[in-house]
């Protein structure tokens, strides 16, 4: 039931939420859920200022709040503490009723309310993280900066339809309401429509951004209701995967679908490289001077969409609304047609023209494929790079593959979320494997791509970048790793690269931890302060010419920092937390610190110079610090091995380990299975069977096709029994001595020899495997399948020490069932004790081929009895 998917995603988000103490705290939900609202494009950042504020007996709530890239929209937070309660019953967590909401969102337009008409000003203190809000609302030059209100109501509750025979989840909106506020302007009073906008992020919201692997939310824009006249257009071309349309906008329709959906309405490659430093002085003056001219000069928007009601009447298209409305080039003339229209200059004799494809039975990867050509074809002429920013760009499908391949120093790996929601599909798939993924692969060492950009950003001189975070601070990282935009060549994404990512995690969390979070934290600037305290040890060590390098391969060697480095680093996290506030032009300082200016001044201030320049620095230096010679001369000494990329066979061994009862089981959802998609999963039942590789293509299909179950047969995986864990031990057991072997510099193919040589001694079958795998593994090639299944063979012989050689088991008592006799086969198609014959014959019971009586369970009980005595195991 997809309820229960529900809670059980709340319960995930609420362990994800507590302090050190053990306590869940409000704002570390919103830590956890805004990332969701950003990929569904409903925010420009994850970063948010806390401003928690509560009045019981006046019914005022607010946690957060955050502005937009382009400045005119106010973002509000607010939390349903009701929802994040722990003793909240299930059906305490299913909302049914619109005036549950409205209670909720009352409290926050209440604030709102009482804050622009000044009645705030006096009751709140200057030590309030809500204080700037207020000052901000409050004031004219706010009222005059924000045209739109959004409230967020995030709620851990589930909103449900309860009038069917089975409850439903269902979605309740609401509509905007528009008030006249007054604001004064050079000794000017000016009236002007504020839009407020609500907006319910609850379970049903939060589950379907996780399952839909953070794609965005897509953008219905009905042209009829917003504008009360469609479309008027020509069709242009009718293609087999789009049709295109030509048409004229009043500039005054660009305008007002700016005002409601903001940059919502760019394609992500144009939003993220759009910088919002004032309109398009081009653009301005044409309007300004020759509005009437403006569709001759500009050249026009490109717009897509995935579907759209559009007809043909009276000889022409009307086009009534389109669905996932996208601009994809024309983002900077819309944005300022906007802007120039908010500063007073009248826009109603300009008209743009627009081309809208509208794309056509296209799969999600066609369609993807086509809207970033067009968006690439249509930037051709202006300075947007074509960098890749979807999950599948090929230097981070390369640090995924590193992430599977390196452990650290104390034989650990970190897990890399390369596309949302990947680590919480392996639990939910994962069976009673599910405790060992999650201890295996804690919080402290999972990061997303999203948070991957922050961290190895901070190790530079952008703080105020990643302080915005966002699409901006993820162009920024993917261009510096492809050598675009500003970057004259690519960063080397190997072994070296890795560690020196995994470093610069270390320290941003540490330095997260120091800072604190809540009563015990030094402030409320803990998104800023952090990056702004890692910039400037960057621009001491690494940015200076004549300085030593930081070494960061010490953070990776010890996973952790010194304590001298902490105390060192506790005090400069104290001494930037003052100085943003001191040097900062706006009482907002979390606003203010997204401001280059802010780290200009810091970072040339006589404070930080002082600071820098104390024996405690000199001292941290010589003792982290490492010539620029030779670590150039450690990393290109580096550049020649052969790194092996682990991850095909990573993925291989997942779908091995699964086993064919696994897919049989699937096979049987016939309503969800196209013919190609049977098909697919008897190639790799056949795979299974024969110990083969698995193509790159069918483990692509088989990705995709459990993220399909999991959205339309959720409670499948719940009556999955998982196979063992012997392959995915025997990969463990592979690389951890390969990476020995790089960490310590020694010799792999004479590490593999002395597991080969200890192998035969022992008397393990296809000993010989571990000499083949070394000589592969020098050469840069990962083992094959079949290796792997040869290579257990030792893991079985180590794992019979851990039993209790005392310990019996009873046949007469063992239960005899079909996973019980595929486990048999699939054993001992490796170990080959049973001639083929017998091995066939529990083949034909196990996949149901032959009826199972009382003759032939004693046949196979005795078969098994064989087995075991062969470090066979049942369970």
Request: charged residues 30%; hydrophobic residues 35%; proline residues 2%.
């Amino acid at each position: 039931m997809i309820l229960d998917e529900h809670l059980n995603y709340r319960n995930e988000l609420l362990d994800e939420s507590k302090d050190d103490e053990g306590f869940i705290q409000e704002n570390l939900i919103l830590s956890q859920v805004l990332p969701s609202l950003l990929d569904a494009k409903l925010i420009d950042s994850e970063d948010f200022t806390n401003s928690y504020f509560k009045s019981t007996a006046d019914k005022l709530k607010i946690n957060a709040y955050s502005i937009n890239e382009s400045g005119e929209r106010l973002q509000l937070f607010m939390i349903d503490e009701n929802s994040i309660n722990l003793s909240a019953t299930p059906e305490d967590l299913m909302v049914s009723i619109k005036a549950s909401y409205e209670s909720q969102f009352k409290r926050c337009t209440n604030f709102h309310n009482k804050a622009i008409k000044g009645y705030l000003n006096d009751e709140i203190q200057d030590s309030s993280p809500v204080r700037p809000l207020v000052s901000k609302i409050s004031s004219s030059q706010g009222t005059e900066q924000f045209d739109v209100i959004e409230i967020f109501l995030i709620t851990l509750s589930s909103t449900v339809s309860k009038q069917g025979a089975t409850i439903q989840p269902k979605q309740i909106e609401f509509d905007d309401k528009e008030v006249v506020v007054t604001y004064s302007k050079n000794r000017e009073r000016y009236n002007k429509v504020l839009i407020i906008k609500r907006r319910i992020i609850d379970l049903n919201f939060l589950y379907n951004v996780l399952i839909s692997q953070g794609s965005r939310e897509a953008l219905t824009v009905n042209f009829e209701k917003t504008f009360g006249n469609p479309l008027y257009a020509i069709k242009a071309a009718d293609e087999d995967y789009f049709e295109s349309y030509l048409c004229v906008l009043p500039a005054s329709v660009l305008s007002r679908l700016y005002k409601e959906y903001s940059t919502r309405l760019l394609e992500k490659n144009v939003r993220s490289f759009l910088q919002f430093r004032g309109v398009n002085k081009g653009i301005r003056e044409t309007i300004r001077k020759e509005p009437e001219k403006f569709v001759a000069y500009n050249n026009g928007l490109t717009i897509t969409a995935t579907d759209g009601d559009i007809s043909f009447e009276s000889g022409q298209y009307k086009i009534k609304s389109l669905t996932d409305f996208q601009i994809v080039n024309g983002g900077q003339t819309t944005a300022t047609i906007y802007f120039t229209q908010k500063d007073g200059f009248d826009i109603s004799k300009v008209k743009v023209m627009a081309k809208i494809n509208v794309a056509k039975e296209a799969t999600d990867e066609e369609l993807e494929e086509l809207i970033s050509n067009i968006s690439s074809y249509s930037n051709a002429q202006s300075r947007v790079s074509k960098v890749d920013l979807r999950s599948r760009n090929p230097q981070l499908v390369r640090i995924k593959s590193l992430s599977e391949s390196v452990m650290t120093p104390s034989g650990k790996k970190w897990f890399f979320e390369r596309a949302k929601g990947e680590f919480n599909t392996k639990l939910r798939i994962a069976g009673s494997n599910k405790r060992r993924l999650a201890k295996e692969y804690p919080t402290q060492r999972r990061f997303s791509k999203e948070l991957m950009a922050k961290y190895y950003s901070a190790w530079g001189n952008q703080p105020h970048l990643v302080k915005k975070g966002g699409e901006k601070i993820f162009r920024y990282f993917i261009e510096k790793l492809t050598g675009e935009g500003e970057f004259k060549k690519p960063i080397v994404v190997n072994r070296d690269f890795y560690e020196e990512l995994i470093a610069t995690v270390i320290l941003f969390r540490k330095l997260e931890k120091i800072y604190g979070a809540g009563k015990n934290s030094m402030g409320q600037l803990r998104s800023a302060v952090v990056p702004y305290t890692l910039s400037i040890l960057f621009m001491i060590t690494d940015a200076d010419k004549k300085a030593s390098s930081f070494d960061l391969l010490k953070i990776w060697l010890n996973e952790e920092l010194e304590s001298d480095l902490e105390a060192y680093l506790t005090q400069l996290l104290k001494l930037v937390n003052e100085l943003i506030k001191k040097y900062s032009e706006s009482d907002d300082y979390g606003e203010y610190s997204k401001k280059e200016e802010l780290w200009k001044r810091i970072s040339s201030s006589k404070e930080i110079k002082d600071f820098t320049g104390t024996d405690d620095t000199i001292k941290i230096i010589d003792k982290y610090g490492i010539s620029k010679a030779e670590l150039k001369k450690r990393k290109g000494a580096n550049d020649n091995t052969e790194e092996v990329n682990f991850k095909n066979l990573s993925d291989n061994i997942l779908i091995h380990s699964n086993g064919v009862n696994y897919y049989k089981s699937i096979q049987l959802n016939t309503d969800l299975l196209t013919g190609a998609d049977q098909r697919s999963l008897s190639g790799l039942v056949h795979a299974i069977i024969n110990k083969k590789d698995i193509e790159d293509d069918l483990v692509s299909f088989e990705s995709s096709l459990t993220n399909k179950l999991r959205v339309e047969v959720p409670d499948f995986f719940d009556n999955i029994e998982r196979e063992e864990v012997l392959l995915y031990n025997t990969l463990n057991y592979v690389i951890t001595h390969y990476n020995k072997c790089i960490n310590e510099k020694n010799d792999v193919l004479l590490e593999f020899q002395k597991i080969e040589a200890i192998a035969k001694a022992k008397q393990v079958k296809y000993a010989s495997v571990f000499d083949q795998i070394g000589k592969n593994l020098v050469k840069g090639i990962s083992p094959t399948i079949k290796q792997i299944y040869y290579a257990s063979h030792i893991i079985k012989d180590e794992s019979v020490k851990e039993l209790n050689p005392k310990t019996t088991l009873d046949i007469s008592k063992v239960r005899i069932d079909e996973l019980l006799m595929r486990k048999m086969f699939e054993w001992d198609s490796t170990a080959k004790i049973l001639s083929s014959k017998e091995r066939t014959y529990i083949a034909d019971f196990a996949w149901g081929l032959k009826q199972l009586n009382s003759f032939h369970e004693k046949n196979i009980k005795r078969h098994l009895e064989t087995l075991l005595k062969r470090s066979f195991k049942i369970y």
